[in-house]
């Protein structure tokens, strides 16, 4: 179930072009048809109507081997040797969860009831896991990665990223990387979730040791490393400390920011040219100005408001200014226990400002972005094939009908994974 960094330089098969779509149609060879789909998501504003999503109506896509090597109108579609019929289903790219904690042991339902009764989310919460983390074997962790990647698979995500953070200590933080990295390329290391119960009375002990023997024995594992930095977890000389030292052994920062109140994580992510900053829900207009003059994605995180009762960020006010955004689960099991990017799309469009065009694209090519990936999040020629067929007429449906299992069926890789209702993969 790898989902890791793909090569971009594919290059689609060739043939008498297309000039309906600007793409080229292969020559009939082993490759596969999908055809009679109501609407193709491509992500590409080249194609179909021209706007971001790039919608081809009455659509078909060529697949060989594991990449899109042409789209287009039923109509035109060139030959192959294998053709599926969608259905007159929507085909959507597969949903990039670009921020998760899913290397953990251990339930919290308890302080869930208890805030839904009106207690307020508080980020010693994290103490509850890691002690549970820390006590479980390593087959006991792999088997919670593996059931919540199946659940997200069946839901429509093909990519997903996923942090260490709940043990906390060098051995600890070293072996949930080897975990994650056994499932996907998108690791972080997040040694700085908090401040390890171990240090409660020397905050700079920990720093120390997330910088030092830590960030050696885990960084062979990771891609990025990321900073929880806010009041009660880490500061802003010190998550600067810390991504600073990440960057000096190769991993590329990400930025846990302004997620429970203003403070200096938007700006210091923007500064270090993080590839993320998540969360965004308290923001100056100072560092809405940052995210859209830099390469910073916001990921914003509606699962985590939902299940805190939390203030909403506004995307309007993101994407009106110019920012680029992405939606992703933050799936864990404290403050937002969904693997479903359904349902943060969802969620995006009724409580955010986002239209359902702009949560679509969020979801797949924004997440993408966010973690600086160009071969994922559309279907478009040269993408990997990764794709979601709806029980709708229209990807609109994702926010039309929250709730409904619309995802029917999975293609990774230019393979079908899930078919029905199940997991093949």
Partial sequence: MNSGNEPTN????TAGPDTTNNAVAPKATAATLITNIAGLVTNDPSLGDGSPLGLIQDAALVIEGDRVVWTGESSKAPATDNRVDAGGRTVVPGFVDSHSHLVFAGDRTA???ARMSGRAYEAGGIRTTVAATRAA?????????????REALRQGTTTFETKSGYGLTVEDEARALRVAARHTDEVTYLGAHIVSPDYADDPAGYVALVTGEMLDACAPHARWIDVFCEKGAFDGDQARAILTAGKARGLHPRVHANQLS???????AVELDAASADHCTHLTDDDVDALANSATVATLLPGAEFSTRAKWPDARRLLDAGATVALSTDCNPGSSFTSSMPFCVALAVRDMGMTPDEAVWSATAGG???????DIGR?????????AFLDAPSHVHLAYRP???LVTEVWRAGAPVVLGRGARA
Avoid: H, M
């Fill in 10 to 13: 594919s290059a689609p098969a």
């Fill in 111 to 113: 302080e869930f009831n």
């Fill in 137 to 149: 074997t390593d087959a006991e962790l792999e088997a919670n990665v593996v059931r919540y990647l």
């Fill in 262 to 268: 203003y403070g200096p994580g938007v700006q210091l």
């Fill in 368 to 374: 993408a972005a966010a973690l600086r990936r160009t």
């Fill in 379 to 387: 279907l478009s020629p040269g993408a990997r094939a990764d794709l």
């Fill in 403 to 405: 709730g409904v299992p």
